[in-house]
């Protein structure tokens, strides 16, 4: 799949302009994304359904905390199945877990995968008779009531979804056909999205040159503050060698960083090994911190989510060991103030150089 950098940044320009939009505010409220489920009929080429109790797991534990729901596109796997065969396999999973919410508490937003969701009842609505409720993107407001976060599912500019979509469907479904009786682990091609990897940039390009926080699914690539997990891992690793180069003699503290390190490497590993990695967005200095993305629930070990709650974005990984005490960890998180002070202030897109930054991010993934 191929992204136009010029027709994505005019159909973002013309969303973030458009006053029909819906705007949530989010002070004093708690909004949990979540983008490519890719639910399907439960069969082998339903890449959700491995993940299927992680979800209801996250589900539950987000109503019970009084979270607004935001499902971010690619909820429903179309181009491989009915909505009838979808709803029939998830009407009292995964569709129930949503209906709990109420409606007043879920918010639809459409993907390339699912974009005709609205040619019958939706099933993530308790009230039937409400039709057509999805749209193509959400701006929220920030504690201060300034508009300043875009939310898209990220398809558009893309080719597939725009110029030949007939074709790609097409080969989508032959594959279902086919599928059955290839000899390969199925959620690699769930977990390794074929989004080119120029993908990431161009978001990241419009949210930097807007000055606002843009966030996405469509790659499933798991981003914030504009940076993979596996970036955040090698910047704490070279912030640890830093301080061990700075403290020689001090022997307990390097034995300790020397700990982290090891735990860290192997972190690294498991990212690269399953390509989780992603082209940095900006080559040879730090992001700006304006761009990030839900991911997906298509990993082999669990799904990925933002919160936004109590003034902080949060990157969350749901592990599908269900005997993980807690079954959650949060992979990264700032305050929506300083990452705005971040985006608005700094012309040159360097952040994350202030004292004690990279000590935060150890702990964030160590939390």
Known sequence: MAHDRLVTHKKLSALWRN???????????????????????????????????TMLTALAYYKKKHYTLILLGDIEEFWQFTQEEITKRYRNTIYRAINAFGDERVYRVFGNHDREWGASPDPVRNDPNRFRSATEAIKLRDGTGAVRMLLVHGHQGDEAVYRHPWRTRFFVRLYRLVEPYLKFDRHTSATQSQITKRYERIMYSWAKRRRVILICGHSHHAIFASQSYADRLRA?????????????????????????????????????????????????????????NAGCALYTD?????????????????????????????????SLRALGAAIM????????????????????IFM
């Open 302 to 334: 669990g799904i990925t989510v933002l919160e936004l709650a109590d003034g902080e974005l949060r990157l969350v990984k749901w592990h599908k060991d269900g005997r993980r005490r807690p079954p959650y960890e949060i992979y990264a998180g700032d």
């Open 19 to 53: 006053k029909d939009i819906p705007i949530l505010a989010t002070k004093g409220q708690r909004f949990v994304i979540m983008s490519d489920l890719h639910l399907g009929d439960g069969g082998r080429a339903d890449d959700a359904r491995d993940n299927e109790q």
């Open 345 to 364: 202030q700094s012309p040159s897109g360097i952040w994350g150089k202030k004292k004690g930054s990279s000590w935060k991010l150890v702990g964030k």
């Open 236 to 292: 704490a690793i070279a912030a640890l060698e830093a301080e061990i180069a700075a403290n020689p003699i001090d022997s307990k503290l390097s034995g300790k960083e020397n700990r982290l390190i090891k735990q860290l490497h192997e972190k690294l590993r498991e990212e690269l090994r399953v390509r989780r990695d992603i082209n940095p967005v900006e080559a040879g200095r730090t992001p700006l911190p304006c761009y990030f």
